[in-house]
């Protein structure tokens, strides 16, 4: 594991990510707790621009909230919504495809035909209507991400679980008459972690993205502020006060970033062990 | 390879009507329907209007019966009526989808040649400047929400700038003809498709470098190396070839997240395309509309999927084909 | 005297600023392309079969009505030349215009006027309502008609408006199924512009009718009449001169005062006074907490009803006094009784004995300041102590959640028609308590008392007798608090500043272009 560490640190894009990750994962956990009033709270003149009046570093919004506080607590939300999203499409992408790369056969076309269908539906399309039936909360949101983020999930595991189905550890495994899930939970999903690891670090951000997208469409939960809630109530009055687009801009690009430097420096250090295995 | 293909479209037809049966009833699903919104944006309403209404849109009949007509005209072709508009929905969707088609088609030419340029750039200068360069730039894209980059195009190009226009996609009633046309509608595209190529442009960028560097790093390069052939030979016939396979993959899926993302790039620059009137579709509840974007965009993946499966084919014919 | 007069012109050229220097100082120019936004895009421009807004503001410019209407809401001359009320108000005989003539040739007529009273029966249910009264429709010769009512009923006179009444050509709908006519589509009417071309998510155009039968009328050559669903870059389309209007509600209020102060741009917040847009929040009267009437009156006092209207309305309308608007008719602002006061709020919440229960709340899903007001109010309420959850929805959710009385609070703005029995008794009589609407009473709040003082005045002469109704309604209905009446709103108009005459009526752009024309 020490080795992984090296590999990791060793890419300067990484150690960036991971900077500005344990700064956004400290805003998000520790920051409602150093500011406790309400984002939603009108506390100033509207349309205050950043470092005019002391306290209020990036100004305040159309009804004179306090752009700051949106983005403290902006940070759990946002990451909560890319975190929990991922998550669930991960509890969804990687049973899916175990089953279908281990059982083969029948079982695995259909599976394969199930996410395909899936994948055809163009899914920022399908998003937009799974939150309009269930109409916006965090609930239908994080749900709706899921259900259009987990076919990857279950192509990159099935697709892993065919190959390692084959090696001999497995195949003995099978011999001395473990069952099947055994086999899967014990002997092959630990193997194919890597990958998905890397992948999760990119459906995060992915994630993080949609969520803003629904937003602007005018599809974000009300009751929560998030980065992507920001720029959508923000994105109207741009001309007269970018600060309110821009900063939560700034922070989902930010994130985004991050995590997909992360997940870059994650595939190079987990990678050379794979293909050592012979990928 | 016609047994393949034959086999490939049975199968398609059945996602289709997959898609076709599970959209039906997730639509309905929604709260409200075209009755409540058009007796909503009436301004008054009785009884008698909503029942109106509802027998006008076939909302009278059981659920199922909904579903055989639907899927009985799906069969000949036809996508039914949009009540709302007062039009057949293949019309609608006919006199939208060129622009869309043009929409996507020119963002996804940007992306995917610029992506494959830089991407291969990056890759032969691995570690060097032009490669941070390349790879800093395809992922800050990358990570920037669509809609941020195309108001920030707007603001610069159309309002500070002035040099191209923010909206539309045409100038409205200037009746321009041959090529002052296609000069005009080229002009509204620039914005539009480069935003929405732009977000694809860093994943193939990412995707062909990193492809082109595992495939340099195979047997078969080193041995043609080692054969005494020059760089470009090398690049152009062996590397290039091969690291294009998952690129091509890759772009096969994307065909419908371009529609996806073109309802956000067509709600911006006002782009009169099938994203934005899927979801006018979706939020006056058209039914039949949205059902008939939903089915056209569907066919549209397939069948690129379709395409993307032969082109891998013809690139790579070692691949078997009963997938 | 005379000093009272000469304040009175001061301050009517102080409120008109540029549309009546253009009226008194200019000749009209003809000539000449208005290039407006409509928002959001109709779904058809048949105005007696579709009557959302968008139909209403383009459609009107293509239909006539037998009637318009000044900003004080008097009657004008439409295909109606001249007009007389006999039989103490119960027989009302219209003299049409003989040069009208439909677009496609065809002459109008009286038995034009016929038809239309029956089709528009059974499309429009607000038309509906409003002939309820009448008992026949007569046609004495091709250019009279003879409207014989059950009973005096002193709005009557009031829905002759182009888009409560457009006039239907007989010869196009006659004998066919309307539902599916394939005439929807290319609507053919009198009025001063015909339908030229929709490209479905672009634009709609609009030319000049040259055989109006107002001479010399219109102006312009072509409207068009743009598509651009993005608020920002609605402003922006504005901004860089592509259209030169901007109708009420076409770009959030936030950008309002920014557009107000480029060069050679001009604001009226006229032509809405048929209207009287009045918005207000549902609280439902039948469970939760908000039954009771003194949690009512707390709501009342704890919403900061000046901020809305400086912060989120930029200054724009009125604080609402109470059911009936400041520029519909029988108004009285001596009845105003609630100020923002916080303290007493919580007060009225103790004694009503609230003790946090959830309460569901429901913003207007009709944009960014809709969505910010909704803020607001809900940050005004959970000061006091009131425990709010705000549920979203869209358009559709909104309207069924309403119509299925599945709410706590609810956000809404209605239409008064000029008028408290047309657009005002709607929401509070209790024999207008159904489901499926979201315009009836909706928040079904019951008292007899009330019923019979709407049903008394709707039908009273003459008009001093009605006044005095109102006002006792008025009184219960502020005292008791069956909805949240927020605030009167104003709509800006934005044009640059070339564009002379648009707003003239109390319906403004929807029949403004009969007049307006371009200085060049």
Redesign the interface.
């Given at each position: 594991m020490s080795s992984f560490w090296k590999t990791l640190l060793r890419h300067p894009?990484a150690v960036i990510g991971l900077v500005i990750m344990a700064a956004v994962l400290f805003i998000a956990i520790c920051g409602p707790l150093l500011f406790p009033t309400s984002p939603?709270?009108?506390v100033q003149r509207?349309f205050l621009a950043p470092m005019v009046v002391p306290g209020f570093p990036f100004g305040t919004d159309?009804?004179?909230r306090d752009v700051a506080a949106g983005l403290i607590h902006g940070a759990r939300v946002s990451l909560l919504v890319g975190l929990v999203s991922t998550l669930a499409a991960l509890a969804i992408g990687v049973p899916l495809g175990a089953i279908a790369g281990y059982a083969g056969g029948k079982v695995d076309d259909a599976l394969m035909?199930f996410t395909?269908?899936f994948?055809?539906?163009?899914?920022?399309?399908?998003?937009?209507?799974?939150v309009?039936?269930m109409?916006?909360?965090i609930v239908s949101i994080v749900a709706a991400i899921a259900i259009v983020s987990w076919p990857p999930v279950a192509r990159l595991v099935r697709g892993e679980v065919l190959s390692l189905r084959s090696r001999e550890y497995v195949q003995a495994a099978i011999v001395t008459g473990h069952s099947n899930g055994w086999i899967i939970w014990r002997e092959i999903l630990p193997n194919t972690l890597s990958p998905i690891i890397v992948l999760a670090s990119l459906m995060i951000?992915t994630a993080i993205?949609l969520e803003?997208?629904l937003s602007?469409?005018?599809?974000?939960?009300?009751?929560l502020m998030s980065w992507?809630y920001m720029?959508g109530?923000g994105?109207?009055?741009?001309?007269?006060a970018w600060w309110i687009?821009v900063f939560p801009?700034i922070a989902?690009?930010?994130t985004?970033?991050a995590l997909?430097?992360i997940g870059e420096g994650l595939n190079d250090a987990l990678n050379p062990r794979l293909a050592k295995e012979g990928r | 390879m016609l047994s393949f293909v034959a086999q490939r479209l049975i199968?398609a037809v059945?996602?289709?009507l997959?898609?076709v049966v599970?959209?039906f009833f997730?639509?309905r699903?929604?709260?409200g329907d075209p009755a409540t919104v058009m007796a909503g944006e009436a301004g008054a309403t009785d009884e008698l209007f909503v029942a109106q209404l509802r027998e006008k849109f076939g909302l009278d009949r059981p659920m199922h019966e909904q579903l055989f007509f639907y899927v009985k005209g799906i069969v000949t072709f036809d996508l039914g009526f949009s009540f709302r508009q007062q039009m057949p929905v293949s019309k609608l969707i006919l006199d939208r989808l060129p622009a869309t088609l043009l929409l996507t088609g020119t963002a996804f030419m940007i992306s995917l040649g610029m992506g494959v340029l830089l991407g291969g750039m990056a890759a032969r200068r691995a570690g060097r400047w032009t490669d941070t360069l390349i790879t800093t730039f395809s992922?800050?894209f990358?990570?920037?929400?669509?809609?941020?980059v195309s108001?920030m195009g707007i603001?610069l190009f159309s309002v500070t700038l002035d040099w191209l226009p923010s909206f539309g996609y045409e100038t409205v009633g200037a009746g321009y003809t041959g090529l002052r046309h296609v000069s005009d509608v080229a002009a509204h595209l620039v914005l539009p498709a480069s935003a929405l190529g732009l977000f694809f442009m860093a994943t193939y960028t990412r995707m062909t470098r990193a492809s082109m560097l595992e495939v340099s790093r195979l047997d078969f390069v080193k041995t043609a190396r080692a054969k005494g052939l020059g760089d470009r030979v090398i690049q152009r016939r062996h590397i290039l070839r091969n690291a294009l396979l998952p690129v091509v993959t890759l772009a096969g899926?994307q065909a419908?997240?371009l529609?996806?993302?073109a309802?956000?790039t067509e709600?911006v620059f006002a782009w009169p395309g099938i994203?934005r009137l899927?979801?006018d579709a979706?939020?006056q509840r058209d039914y039949n509309l949205?059902l008939g974007?939903?089915v056209v965009?569907?066919a549209m993946?397939?069948a690129f999927?379709l395409i993307t499966d032969l082109i891998y084919r013809l690139v790579d014919p070692r691949i078997e084909m009963n997938t | 005297m005379l000093k009272k007069s000469l304040l009175g012109l001061l301050i009517a050229t102080g409120i008109a600023t540029c549309i009546a220097e253009g009226a008194m100082a200019q000749t009209p120019k003809a000539g000449g392309v208005a290039n407006v936004i409509i928002q959001p895009e109709p779904p058809g421009l048949m105005l007696a079969i579709t009557q959302n807004g968008p139909t209403q503001m383009v459609s009107g410019n293509i239909y006539d009505g037998l009637l318009r209407y000044s900003p004080k809401l008097e009657p004008l001359p439409g295909l109606a030349e001249s007009w007389t009320i006999t039989d103490e108000g119960k027989t009302y005989t219209f003299k049409l215009t003989k040069d009208a003539s439909w677009h496609d040739g065809k002459p109008f007529t009286a038995a034009d006027v016929l038809f239309t009273v029956e089709f528009i029966k059974q499309t429009n249910p607000r038309a509906r309502a409003n002939l309820a009264q009448v008992e026949s429709v007569t046609a004495p010769d091709p250019y009279t008609v003879v409207f014989k009512l059950k009973q005096a009923f002193g709005p009557f006179i009031g829905i002759f408006e182009v888009g409560s009444m457009p006039m239907v050509p007989k010869h196009i709908y006659d004998g066919i199924d309307w539902k599916t006519a394939p005439a929807n589509n290319t609507p053919i009417g009198t009025g001063p512009y015909m339908f030229k071309e929709w490209q479905k998510g672009s634009f709609i155009k609009l030319v000049k009718n040259p055989k109006y039968h107002v001479k010399g009328k219109p102006y312009l050559d072509e409207i068009y009449w743009h598509v651009i669903p993005d608020?920002?870059a609605r402003?922006v389309a504005f901004e860089t001169g592509k259209v030169d209007i901007l109708p009420g509600g076409s770009v959030?209020n936030?950008?309002v005062p920014?557009l107000s102060k480029l060069k050679d741009v001009c604001v009226t917040g006229k032509g809405w006074e048929y209207f009287g847009p009045l918005a207000w929040m549902w609280l439902n009267n039948r469970q939760g907490p908000t039954a009771n009437k003194l949690f009512r009156q707390a709501v009342m006092y704890a919403l900061d009803r000046d901020?809305a209207k400086n912060?989120?309305w930029n200054g724009l309308g009125e604080v609402a006094v109470g059911p009936i608007s400041s520029s519909t008719r029988f108004f009285d602002k001596s009845l105003a009784k609630y100020k923002y006061d916080p303290a007493k709020a919580k007060a009225l919440l103790k004694e009503a004995g609230y003790k946090g229960e959830k309460v569901r709340f429901m913003?207007l899903?009709y944009?960014?300041t809709w969505?910010?007001w909704?803020?607001?109010v809900?940050?005004n309420l959970q000061d006091v102590g009131i425990n709010l959850?705000?549920?979203?929805?869209?358009v559709p959710?909104y309207n069924q959640k309403l119509g299925e009385w599945d709410y706590d609070i609810g956000f809404s703005y209605l239409y008064q028609y000029g008028d408290p029995a047309l657009g005002v008794g709607r929401s509070y009589v209790s024999t207008n308590i159904a489901k499926g609407s979201p315009f009836n009473n909706v928040e079904g709040y019951s008292n007899p008392e009330v019923d019979r003082l709407f049903a008394e005045a709707a039908v009273a002469f003459p008009d001093s007798k009605r006044q005095e109704l109102y006002n006792q309604v008025t009184k219960i209905l502020i005292d008791e608090v069956p909805v949240a009446w927020l605030l009167e709103l104003e709509f800006p108009t934005i044009t640059k500043c070339k564009v002379k005459d648009l707003v003239t009526t109390g319906i403004g752009v929807n029949d403004g272009f009969r007049d307006a024309w371009i200085d060049k």
């Open positions: 894009g939603w709270r009108m509207p159309a009804l004179g035909r395909e269908f994948q055809t539906v163009p899914s920022f399309a399908l998003a937009i209507v799974l309009a039936i109409q916006p909360s951000a993205l803003s997208s602007f469409l005018g599809l974000g939960d009300p009751n992507g720029v109530a994105r109207t009055v741009i001309r007269q687009t801009g989902i690009l930010l985004v970033l997909n430097l | 199968k059945i996602v289709l997959a898609i599970l959209n997730l639509i699903a929604a709260p992922m800050v990358y990570a920037t929400p669509l809609f941020w108001l603001l899926l419908g997240t529609v996806g993302g309802v956000l709600t994203g899927m979801y979706l939020i949205l974007v939903f965009s569907s993946v397939l999927n | 608020a920002a402003s959030e936030f950008d920014r901020f912060v989120v913003p899903p944009g960014e969505t910010r909704g803020e607001a809900r940050q959850e705000v549920v979203a929805t869209d959710g």
